[in-house]
């Protein structure tokens, strides 16, 4: 399921991006959720109390709050969604890409260019959705999609992998978890902790703070690497 937030204070620019987004997924087939907004305000405030969004369509000159000051503020706590930014006003493009955005679409050429922008992020999409890591412990079997793993850390002969569901143990390195991993999304950030780079909140000096709120250690040597992995993954999947 693909939730896509839009915000746009122009009733009629609202309604022709909901007509083309729902003419692209529906001619898809695939699951999706839209929520219109024309108060950035309102939108932030759902944020707030727990709406989570997988895209989020702004439109820059907006009333009171800009869609830039909304981006900013959706950053702060939501590090993976997809911004695109539709408007007219072009001269805020440099701006706009300061807060990892996807696209800037000119409204003009909206029918266009907005399908081939969801043609690129919806096959990120979709690879977040569909990997998982498969856990058998004694008392149960659990398939657990990548993007809810928070971080795993190291405990005795077992790993702890913290994931949205709560933790579960398993009886294996944290080397071998890491490599049947095998995604770029996991980095080794101390000898006993792996993160999920999708729920890195902030890395401040020798510390990253998850979306789950725990601090987990980032060791001197590894410190420059687990930087330019953050870095180098986000530059590639936006």
């Given at each position: ?28 087939g695939a699951e999706y959720t839209i929520q219109a907004y024309q108060k ?8 707030e109390e727990g709406e989570y969004y997988d895209i989020f369509l702004l ?7 800009s869609g830039l000051d909304v981006a900013k503020k959706i950053r702060v ?162």
């Open positions: 399921m693909i939730h896509i937030a839009i915000l746009d204070d122009d009733k009629e620019g609202l309604e022709k991006i909901k007509e083309t987004t729902n003419s692209y997924f529906v001619s898809r950035s305000e309102l939108l932030l405030m759902d944020l439109d820059v000159e907006m009333p009171g709050m706590n939501y590090p993976e969604p997809f911004i695109i930014y539709i408007t007219d006003y072009l001269e805020y493009a440099v701006e706009a890409y300061e807060v990892n955005t996807f696209r800037y679409i000119p409204k003009g050429v909206l029918e266009k260019k907005l399908p081939q922008a969801y043609n690129k992020l919806c096959s990120y999409l979709l690879i977040r959705e569909e990997k998982k890591y498969y856990v058998e412990t004694s008392s149960r079997m659990e398939a657990i999609p990548y993007q809810n793993i928070y971080y795993m850390e190291k405990d005795g002969k077992y790993v702890v992998i913290h994931n949205k569901m709560g933790a579960c143990k398993i009886r294996k390195t944290l080397k071998e978890v890491y490599e049947e991993l095998n995604s770029e999304m996991f980095i080794f950030v101390d000898k006993g902790f792996v993160v999920n780079i999708l729920h890195v909140m902030s890395l401040k000096q020798r510390e990253i703070v998850v979306r789950s709120g725990e601090r987990i250690p980032v060791s001197r040597p590894r410190l420059g690497d687990v930087k330019n992995q953050i870095t180098e993954y986000w530059r590639k999947n936006r």
